[in-house]
């Protein structure tokens, strides 16, 4: 008898283990029936916000041995994806994975390996491909307005970057191994969707130029005698350690230089400790190029002599707002995952386009600490490509 409603179990019930609430639906196709969190208070937050009796525990693997989970949605901090992903298919669960899928090439690999091996469905957490505003543009690309695509060009300035990264674990390479994959992982993914071609080859630079420092890696904002005047003081909520630590050493300032399969030109900034969020996507093809601007809600598409209708006018297109999280992508991409598991429908963001980006993204994390030599990219394995 085929499966009408998905059994969902969260590993990790806070941060983006909110998402829990679009997957929750007792009366529809999917419904969450427990809840593993290593912090008690998290879980209690869960229980509450429920509204119904749903399992819980601190330890992950008593969530993974009941038999009414028929799903796990692995939204743990980044080091931890690789782990639970992988016990999780092993345990015969579909598996949902926030990205990045893991923050190894070869962790992303071992969880291909054990999806391969267990029969079941994975689905990374790609949420910017179901926004608006980017399957406006990637509309546009598969229709050809703007002919073949050459070259690409992003710029993302993270206005929070110090409350999104610098105040808690994100700030240390060996929970993230570099923002380029942890941040950059969604923008590496959009330049690949787009494009429809992978990084083969990358370079990159950057530093720590903002973040950082000689402060105890103990001190938290709230406690600090500079709190008043610090810049980057976060007096609550649960990022607090200071941003100026000791053990910071990710790097706050990058660029990131890639060449694409089918000789596609990128080139990618991210930066930290810029004053406003803004991040702009530029497209150049034979026939055209096509720019966004996220604040405005805007996509714009100049056209070039090509000899058709097209060089008869320029376009702006305004991009039509949508309700939810991550601009109306969180419950869109709940939905697919129900929809991929229980149908059989073939998932927007794919097991491969999530080894994809963290392999250029690790690849770039080493040119760029390396002096900026030129890095290739891991292929994948023979039986995915």
């Not at 990159?204 to 402060?215: C, I, P």
């Not at 034979?286 to 008869?312: A, Q, Y």
């Amino acid at each position: 008898m085929a499966m009408t409603q998905l059994r969902i179990g969260m590993i990790g019930v806070a941060g983006r283990g909110g998402l829990w609430r679009h997957w929750h639906d007792p009366a529809g196709r999917s419904v969450v029936v427990a809840g593993a969190d290593i912090n008690p208070e998290h879980l209690a937050a869960f229980r509450a916000q429920h509204g119904g009796d749903p399992f819980t525990t601190t330890d992950y693997r008593e969530l993974l041995a009941r038999p009414d989970v028929d799903a796990v949605a692995v939204t743990s901090p980044d080091w931890l994806h690789e782990e639970h992903a992988v016990a999780a298919l092993e345990a015969g669960k579909h598996v949902f994975c926030e990205k990045p899928l893991a923050i190894t090439t070869e962790g992303c690999d071992h969880i291909l390996e054990a999806w391969r091996r267990s029969g079941k469905r994975l689905m990374v957490g790609f949420n910017m491909r179901y926004m608006n505003m980017f399957r406006t543009m990637k509309e546009i690309v598969d229709a050809g307005v703007i002919g073949e695509i050459r070259a690409v060009w992003v710029r993302h300035f993270v206005g929070f970057g110090s409350d999104f990264y610098y105040h808690d674990w994100h700030a240390s390479r060996r929970n993230t191994t570099s923002l380029l994959l942890q941040k950059g992982s969604h923008d590496i993914d959009i330049i690949h969707w787009i494009s429809g071609q992978y990084t083969r080859r990358t370079a990159a630079f950057g530093g720590l130029d903002y973040f950082g420092g000689d402060k105890p890696n103990d001190l938290t904002c709230p406690e600090c005698p500079e709190r008043e005047t610090c810049p980057e003081a976060i007096l609550t909520g649960r990022r607090t350690q200071c941003a100026f630590r000791r053990e910071v050493d990710v790097e706050d300032n990058q660029v990131m230089i890639m060449e694409l399969d089918g000789g596609i030109r990128a080139a990618y900034l991210q930066n930290h400790f810029t004053p406003d969020y803004h991040r702009n996507y530029t497209f150049i093809g034979t026939e055209g190029r096509l720019e966004n601007s996220e604040p405005e809600m805007k996509v714009w598409v100049k056209t070039r002599r090509s000899g058709t209708w097209k060089d008869l006018a320029d376009r702006t297109y305004e991009v039509k707002p949508a309700a939810g999280g991550h601009g109306g992508a969180d419950p869109v991409i709940c939905k697919d995952f129900v929809d991929m598991v229980l149908d059989g429908k073939e998932p927007v963001a794919t097991p491969l386009a999530g080894r994809m980006s963290v392999a250029a993204g690790v690849a770039a994390a080493y040119s760029m600490r390396h002096g900026g030599i030129p890095v290739e990219v891991p292929p994948p394995p023979e039986w995915l490509r």
